[in-house]
């Protein structure tokens, strides 16, 4: 059986989609990869980015308003709520054995807290809604390698 991953889709705004389409390009193979998000926003990056993909390469749980608005470059209320929602069902599903593991897109921290979650980034929401007692975010990279200093809950 191939590992479960979820993707969240990050900040509709910001990098986070194009870096999950072409996760999802690299990894579809190997791994069942999910993405949490609106469809529209696959859809949208990957015309912008003339990519095609394939529904055969992942699935999608929904997350978000009815009514996306992608502004590329913005910091808006609806970005931050939608990074925050697949966040928070990503853990969920995990924390209920439906996968295995989860893989955050970039969000925009401010864009997070205008959606209504009130966290300094990732690691400080995925420590707190997990119930983990410590946590550290790392960094790969081919020539990086880095992690932050571990986090505790609130």
Avoid: W
Avoid at 20 to 41: A, F, H, N, R
Avoid at 51 to 61: R, T, V
Avoid at 97 to 102: E, I, L, Q, S, T
């Amino acid at each position: 059986m191939r590992t479960r991953i979820l993707l969240t889709v990050g900040d509709i705004n910001g990098i986070g989609p194009e870096i999950i389409i072409k996760s999802i390009q690299k990894l579809s193979g190997s791994y069942d990869l999910t993405v949490i998000t609106p469809p529209e926003v696959i859809d949208y990056y990957c015309r912008r980015l003339s990519i095609k993909l394939s529904s055969k390469d992942y699935k999608i749980i929904l997350v978000g308003d009815d009514r996306v608005k992608i502004q590329p470059g913005k910091i808006t209320k609806q970005s931050g709520k939608i990074s925050g929602l697949a966040i928070k069902k990503a853990i969920e599903l995990c924390l209920e054995k439906k996968f295995d593991a989860v893989v955050t897109a970039p969000i925009s921290k401010k864009a997070l807290n205008l959606g209504g979650f009130k966290y300094d980034g990732h690691t400080e929401m995925l420590t707190d809604l997990s119930g983990a007692g410590e946590t550290a975010m790392l960094m790969i990279h081919e020539k990086l390698v880095s992690a932050s200093p571990r986090h505790t809950p609130r």
